[in-house]
């Protein structure tokens, strides 16, 4: 059984920056694509970063590029979304997402792709 459990959100001022968790049990990082995704209130969900199952690419929405980091530890089978710089329109439910077929390519920002959603964590930046 896969699941996914996020974590790190909270309730912090524009500029601040926080740490997302993914940890994952019942599936490998290491040989499967990851994405976050996050919806923001009164709207759908949308695609926010997305690594692939090397950790060679990484991908993201034009709205959060330079600003956020996706990355990955192995070892701890855990993804992370870094981000900084936060604004306001930041603020919203945050998932991870994972594909279950390893090593396959999906495409990234399309939410259909993923097997695996965790349960989400709320970030709300203050202005």
């Known amino acids: 059984q896969v699941q996914l459990v996020e974590s790190g959100g909270g309730l912090v001022q524009a500029g601040s920056s926080l740490r997302l968790s993914c940890v994952a049990s019942?599936?490998?990082?290491?040989?499967?694509?990851m994405g976050w995704f996050r919806r923001p209130p009164g709207k759908e969900r949308e695609f926010v970063a997305a690594?692939?199952?090397?950790?060679?690419?990484?991908y993201y929405a034009a709205s959060v590029k330079g600003r956020f980091t996706i990355s990955r530890d192995n070892a701890k089978n855990t993804g992370y979304l870094q981000m900084t710089s936060l604004k306001s329109e930041d603020t919203g439910v945050y998932y991870c997402?994972?594909?279950?077929?390893?090593?396959?390519?999906?495409?990234?920002?399309?939410?259909?792709?993923?097997?695996?959603w965790g349960q989400g964590t709320q970030v709300t930046v203050s202005s």
């Open positions: 997402a994972a594909v279950g077929e390893r090593y396959r390519i999906p495409y990234y920002s399309g939410d259909y792709e993923y097997d695996y």
């Open positions: 019942g599936l490998t990082v290491s040989t499967s694509a």
């Open positions: 690594i692939n199952w090397s950790a060679s690419n990484t």
